[in-house]
Structures are given as C-alpha cells and as structure tokens.
C-alpha cells in the first residue's frame, strides 16, 4: 500500500491549505488514518485522525476549531483542512493508516505512512 499525501504549500498566517492523503488500493478503507507533523528538530506529533467510516474524529488541542479532518471512502481518500493557520503550524505533514479501525494518537497503532508534504506558514 502506498500513501500520497499531496497539497502543502507556503501560506500566510490566517490562511488555509487542504492536504489530501489518497491510498494506492482499498486497503485503508476499513481502517482508521490520523494526520501527523513533524517540525524540524521536534518529535512527529498527532494532529487528527478520523475512523474507519468517519463517524468519529479527534484533534490534537491546539489545532481543534481551526482543522478538519474528513474522508472520501469511495476515492479512497482523507483531507484535512486547515483553517486560520499559525507559524507554528509549520511543519513537515503524514498521513498514516491505522492497525485497527479508529485512529490512535500513537505512532506505534499505525502501519502505511505517506511521504509527507511541507506546511509552511509565514508570519
């Protein structure tokens, strides 16, 4: 299974950026996936993760209110839309497919990683 994370970028503080995470095959389907980032020099982090049908979603603190995750089964494929964007937001984006069929907060629950996309918000 291969994960394409696509739609980074470089954006002005308050903007808004979409990532998209399209899987190779119907493997993530029945799984959970979370978005991580991982800021230069820094430990990767959980940011959001939505289940296996998307009933269920859950964010990090200090992204909740400003990003939405949300997902496509019939194309195989989670966004996160990030909303009034921080400085600190800057940071190298994955998204990953969970073991199971919720999206855990820990990096040792996931199994597919993308190849992350960069995030970049300037003051």
């Known amino acids: 299974v291969q994960l394409q994370a696509s739609g980074g970028g470089l954006v002005q503080a308050g903007g808004s950026l979409r990532l998209s995470c399209a899987a190779s095959?119907?493997?993530?389907?029945?799984?959970?996936v979370g978005w991580f980032r991982q800021a230069p020099g820094k430990e990767r982090d959980f940011v959001a993760g939505?289940?296996?049908?998307?009933?269920?979603?859950h964010y990090t603190d200090s992204v909740k209110g400003r990003f939405t995750i949300s997902r496509d089964r019939s194309k195989d494929t989670v966004y996160l839309q990030m909303d009034s964007l921080k400085p600190e937001d800057t940071a190298v984006y994955y998204c990953?497919?969970?073991?199971?069929?919720?999206?855990?907060?820990?990096?040792?629950?996931?199994?597919?990683w993308g190849q992350g996309t960069q995030v970049t918000v300037s003051s």
């Open positions: 990953a497919v969970a073991r199971g069929a919720f999206a855990s907060t820990q990096i040792a629950s996931y199994t597919y």
């Open positions: 939505i289940s296996w049908n998307g009933g269920s979603t």
């Open positions: 095959r119907r493997t993530s389907s029945n799984n959970g």
